[in-house]
């Protein structure tokens, strides 16, 4: 609610010259409403009613700018969210053989169908969360105007299949088949983050690996961690979009991350909200993301994993980083254009969301860790953290050593061709957007 809140303010300021802004106002609280009802009811029907509100406002919100463009992203995101509505009508329709809709009857019943429902509640809440083979609809969605993007696609939508499984948690136990899928998920989309050079798009693969790591906190059973990190997560990533928003909207509706740079000198503080973001995305200590995923990195290092599941995980954490480091020195380092033709680009209506938003990003994640999370005993030793950081920062080294590399020892044209290959390859996250686009 209050990330909605602040979006909603936030609107008012970036949607204002739009001539159907209150359209635009009521399909927005159509949606909070739909969110609501998923959290707060314990029947499947309704839980229903509240899960296919979130699938049509979001493709009604997706569309909102009339463009082919627009179209072929609603239609994406629709038909991907369609196949877990059918799964939750197929859940519902086998729960009349127990005579009941309420999700806690189920904490009861002893039967092999209850492998049949877990199925179900995984297909659903894999589709809405975009994780593999859905993935292809949440970079899609991004033509969205951006105050949805901030509270749709990184804090409501695509947690609404993470939360689906916290519901049904004691069904679940230890799933193998959903930690490779996340695993998968996370490795891909973030090795497209470091080859896309849309903003948004950028952003909306980092939110992937998040669901990511919150999926396979679930699939080990770290349930509490991974709503922690839920919560986490939705603070610094709303604030990531409002503050791309600022900078598209300041230039002139740009996107291209090759034609924004030095954004500090002509937005500082929105520059600033956004560095801080960024180093509570990377777990930079202290900071909330910091207190969620450092905590489940080393719980998951504690388990009982072979080298491969070690070496997947480092892996995609590593890609967090160097895709972090890459908007950041483009953005904020490296000079652009971006002062070309702009009047305004900070405003005292768009400043005050983020800075209530920023205020939470970096206290947060403190406050709930010391008062609400449970002791969790790590025991991690000096090596293990040392091979982590190590990996990380080796794996940056090597990827910006390969990327000078390549600049220098190869000429203009084949240096574009094999980016151009290489970025339409991970763009569309391996292919898997041509299994419901043709």
Known sequence: MVISGIVTVYSGEYMGHEAGIHRFLIILILFVVSIILIIFSP?????????DGLGLVSYCLVIYYQNMKSLNAGLLTILSNRVGDVAILIRISWLFNWGSWNIFLLEYIYSPSLVLLLSLVMLASLTKSAQIPFSAWLPAAMAAPTPISS????????????????????????????????????????FGANFEIDLKK????????????????????????????????????????????????????????????CVIELAPLTSFYFLGCSLALCGFPFMSGFYSRDLILETWIMRDLNLIKFILVLLATAFTVTYSVRLLLVLVVRAGRLGLGVVSIETFLSLGP?????????????????????????????????????????????????RVRLQV??????????????????????????????
């Open 202 to 261: 950028i952003i909306a693969l980092s939110t992937l690996r998040q669901l990511g790591v919150m999926m396979i906190s679930l699939s080990v059973g770290i349930v509490e961690l991974a709503y922690f990190h839920l919560l986490m997560h939705a603070l610094f990533k709303s604030l990531l979009f409002l503050c791309a928003g600022v900078f598209i909207h300041g230039s002139r509706d740009k996107q291209d991350i090759r034609s924004l740079g």
């Open 354 to 402: 983020m800075r209530v938003l920023f205020v939470f990003a970096v206290v947060r994640g403190a406050g709930m860790g010391w008062l609400f999370m449970p002791n969790t005993m790590v025991n991690l030793g000096l090596a293990s953290k040392i091979i982590v950081f190590g990996f990380v920062v080796g794996f940056r080294l090597l990827a910006g050593g390969f």
């Open 151 to 190: 509270l749709v696609h990184s804090s409501t939508l695509v947690t609404a299949g993470v939360y689906l499984i916290i519901r049904f948690r004691e069904m679940l136990g230890i799933n193998w088949v959903l930690y490779y899928l996340s695993v998968a998920t996370m490795i891909i989309s973030g």
């Open 409 to 438: 020892g190869l000429g203009v044209y084949f240096r574009s061709l094999i980016e151009g290959v290489v970025g339409a390859f991970s763009s569309s996250l391996w292919w898997l957007r041509n299994l419901f686009v043709k």
């Open 43 to 51: 029947n499947m029907v309704r839980i229903l009613l509240g899960w």
